[in-house]
């Protein structure tokens, strides 16, 4: 045996008598899993609010070391489990700053490295699992204590994701892997749809790929329909990658469970898609409400916008197209002192609405029957992908028609639940409504007044919930982001925006460095209710066929097959 | 793990003199022949049984009357050699010793690398180690503790030539340093500028 190996404790870790080391440096354990655990370093010190130091091993590179990554750190009776949040360079003299050893020579270099010049790590501890078999079966438990010295820290092994964050099966999504490991790594979907969430990230940084993986995991769990309200016609049929090539959308996917509602059926044709059903709407449908959240995109003032509840008052149901109507001169100047709004605030009222005049998917027609369509599709566990066509880049459009028609689905659902309440069959099917650009619904401003305040706030207890897709989530009501349960962030670079999403999760002051540094692309921090502790993912693969055969689509040619097999299992072969 | 052997005596090992002074940290030995006194910063052993190991850290040459100092003797000689052939009565007159500073024992099972019990014995002999017991010894560094504390001059130099001589021993020598070098940068630590002699010492 060599003198390196033999004395390795000696030489470069200190001797511990728990064990811990077995003199040989550490070995790389293996999991159950393929995957193993690959040794890191040593706990020297540390603490419960401050994190883990570690020192690391001097066969360890601190080059090979990233943050976010998932460590395991082996306690005597526990395992931890944490997130690198820090890589610090550290000496055991203060003079080496001053006066280096001479590293020209390759011998010094070697020793000094790892001895006198070493790597720390700062991990961050947030679950425990018991050694204990039994006591381990309660799963793992948030950390309430640290690793003692000396403990055993490596990378976490595939054993270990799927101890922690369960392994796919029916309400364990594969969402993305660990990084730098190939480790499938869930998401508990029936967590995640039991409240509000949101996937945040600057532009381009895979919002809208995470969102459409998202929306297949809760299609393909089951519990829940998704209203997905589709601004740039990115999740229907299809969608473009950043590299330009167009992905299937979940119509494509999932044609029998998915229906495409357009608002804009020119833009459907010409795209070669017919819409399932063209959403129409009546000017008598538009409350005074719908015309708040427009205050900002319409430019009005408060005053000509609390006006339309004072309009409605006194017009009744056909409000809007009355007022509309309505010539100027004195019939309108009577009206003005009516209400009691001044004559220019409510002419700029009646400007600025004439602009709803443009969008054709807005007529006086009074019998529309848009939103029971959609109620029935999603009762019947369908799943709706609302596009906007051409309105996609029309603001007003988008939050006109979003709130529209999530206030009549809130009104439905609260309906439906006190019904429950007498007679349990009629609990209505958990909704999950995906809206983007949430800020400009859910801005501080708005988010006390608007339907989605609402559902962000307390809806969960009626089946509904958002899923909140946006790039400026320092925008967003404080109350709103502090209720969402599970929040999935893209690179965000914005000091305002990091802290927004990560208002009120322990350890925030690190994961912040973990946020800062997420790849631009395919890269994301997953934190809250779905998952067990805060984890950094490389975002599942979507676009090629592989990957479409792995969520479960079949091609015409496997379609054929199973039909043949179906036919033959029916009436026996030959048939 | 191959121990150091302490009844290793019984082999051919070199035999270079006798203890004529003992203490608990060191011990000086007379060679039985002028000039024959090993290396700086070789192992040695003394005692038969219950050896004890060293690692020479001074040696001396010098008159054995200290009454009558060695005066110049070539003022004609061709060579060096040439004084000692015309006065044979040198290698009578003048002595070599050297003292070694005690690493480890052996008790008759187990090399141990601290200070043993009890000093050497006066008129023990002592064998220059070979070089598989070199390398059986500093199989453990864990005599460097030790070697760092003892009270001697030129310790450094030493250390580095012990460290260099036991590298030569070893079937992968820059391993054996590498590691050595690591042990001592820990024990060493705060003393940047030393350590820095130390290892560059080592590797040259």
């Given amino acids: 045996m060599s003198l390196f190996d033999d004395k390795a404790d000696m030489v470069d870790q200190p001797k511990n008598e728990q064990g811990l080391n077995d003199g040989n440096g550490w070995h790389a354990e293996k999991g159950l899993g393929g995957e193993e655990r690959r040794p890191l370093g040593m706990v020297v010190s540390g603490s419960l609010t401050e994190g883990m130091e570690v020192r690391l091993d001097g066969n360890t590179s601190i080059e090979k070391v990233k943050v976010g990554t998932f460590i395991n750190i082996q306690g005597r009776d526990l395992q931890f489990f944490g997130v690198l949040t820090d890589v610090s360079l550290n000496s ?27 790597g720390t790590i700062t991990v961050e501890p947030m679950l425990t699992l018991s050694n204990d078999p039994i006591e381990a079966m309660d799963g793992p438990m948030p950390s309430k204590t640290i690793p003692p010295h000396f403990s055993k820290v490596s ?6 994701i799927q101890k922690i964050f369960g392994s796919e099966d029916d309400s364990h999504f594969y969402i993305g892997n660990p990084l730098d490991m190939e480790t499938k790594l869930c998401l508990n979907i029936e967590e995640f749809i039991k409240r509000s969430n949101g996937v945040f990230g600057k532009s381009g940084t895979g919002k809208t790929f995470l969102t459409r993986l998202l929306l297949i ?21 299809k969608g473009t990658s950043e590299g330009s090539y167009e992905v299937k959308g979940l119509k494509q996917l999932f044609s029998s469970k998915v229906a495409v509602f357009s608002l804009d059926d020119e833009s459907s044709r010409r795209r070669g898609l017919t819409p399932d059903y063209v959403v129409r709407i009546g000017y008598d449908e538009i409350e005074p409400e719908d015309i708040l959240i427009l205050q900002e995109s319409l430019g009005l003032s408060p005053v000509a916008a609390d006006a339309a509840n004072s309009l409605k008052r006194e017009l009744g149901k056909h409000w809007l197209s009355k007022f509309l109507d309505l010539p100027g001169g004195d019939e309108f100047n009577e009206l003005a002192t009516k209400i009691n709004v001044h004559n220019g605030a409510l002419s700029a009222l009646k400007n600025r609405l004439s602009r709803l005049q443009n969008f054709d998917f807005i007529d006086r027609n009074t019998g529309h029957n848009s939103f029971n369509q959609i109620l029935q599709y999603l009762d019947r566990g369908m799943h709706v992908v609302l596009e906007f066509g051409r309105y996609g880049n029309n603001l007003a459009a988008y939050m006109l028609v979003a709130n529209l028609l999530t206030r009549r689905i809130y009104d439905r659902y609260v309906e439906l639940k006190e019904l429950a309440m007498g007679d349990p069959a009629q609990e209505p099917r958990p909704l999950v409504i995906t809206i983007e650009e949430a800020h400009k619904f859910l801005s501080p401003a708005l988010a006390d007044q608007t339907i989605f305040g609402n559902i962000a706030r307390e809806l969960r207890k009626y089946n509904v919930t958002l899923l909140i897709v946006d790039q400026r989530p320092s925008g ?8 969402l349960g599970t929040k999935i962030a893209c690179l965000l670079d914005n000091d305002k925006d990091t802290d927004a999403v990560l208002t009120g999760v322990s350890g925030s002051r690190k994961l912040r460095a973990v946020l800062a540094r997420l790849e631009s692309k395919q890269q994301a921090l997953v934190f809250g209710h779905s998952v067990p502790m805060p984890v950094v993912i490389k975002t599942r693969d979507y676009g090629t066929p592989e990957s479409y055969k792995e969520l479960g689509f079949k091609d015409e040619v496997e379609v054929a097959g199973q039909v043949e097999q179906d036919i033959e299992d029916l009436f026996g072969p030959g048939s | ?21 003992g203490s608990t940290t060191e011990f000086r030995t007379h060679c039985y022949d002028l000039y024959a006194a090993p290396p700086l910063g070789s192992l040695v052993r003394c005692g038969d049984r219950n050896s004890i190991y060293g690692i020479v850290c001074n040696v001396s040459t010098q008159s054995i009357d200290p009454s009558r100092h060695a005066i110049p003797r070539g003022r004609d000689a061709e060579n060096e050699d040439e004084i000692y052939q015309d006065n044979p009565q040198l290698n009578r007159l003048l002595y070599t010793q050297f003292q070694a500073v005690i690493v480890g024992y052996n008790d008759g099972e187990t090399t141990r690398r601290y200070l043993p019990p009890f000093p050497p014995r006066i008129h023990s002999f002592v064998y220059q180690c070979e070089s598989e017991e070199v390398r059986a010894f500093s199989e453990s560094l864990d005599f460097l503790p030790v070697l760092l504390s003892a009270p001697i001059d030129a310790q450094d130099d030493v250390i580095a030539s012990f460290l260099r001589i036991a590298g030569a021993c070893h079937d992968d020598g820059r391993e054996f340093l590498v590691n050595a070098g690591k042990a001592l940068a820990t024990l060493m ?3 940047l500028p030393r350590l820095n002699n130390v290892l560059r010492r080592m590797s040259s």
């Avoid at chain 1, 080496?96 to 001895?115: C, E, H, I, Q």
């Avoid at chain 1, 990378?155 to 270990?160: G, R, V, Y």
């Avoid at chain 2, 793990?1 to 002074?21: C, D, H, K, P, Q």
Wanted: no cysteine; charged share 20%; proline share 5%.
């Fill in chain 1, 92 to 118: 055991t003299d203060p003079s080496l700053r001053l006066t280096p050893p001479d590293v020209s020579n390759p011998f010094v270099f070697d020793v000094v490295s790892g001895t006198t010049a070493y």
């Fill in chain 1, 476 to 483: 967003i009501d404080d109350e709103v982001m502090s209720q």
């Fill in chain 2, 189 to 191: 630590a705060g003393q």
């Fill in chain 1, 155 to 160: 990378t976490a092994s595939e054993d270990d």
């Fill in chain 1, 217 to 237: 995991g809760i299609l393909q769990n089951g519990t829940a329909s998704n209203l997905v309200f589709d601004m740039h016609g990115e999740y229907g049929w």
């Fill in chain 2, 1 to 21: 793990m191959n121990e150091a052997n302490g009844t290793a005596a019984t082999t051919t090992a070199t035999r270079l003199g006798e203890v004529i002074e």
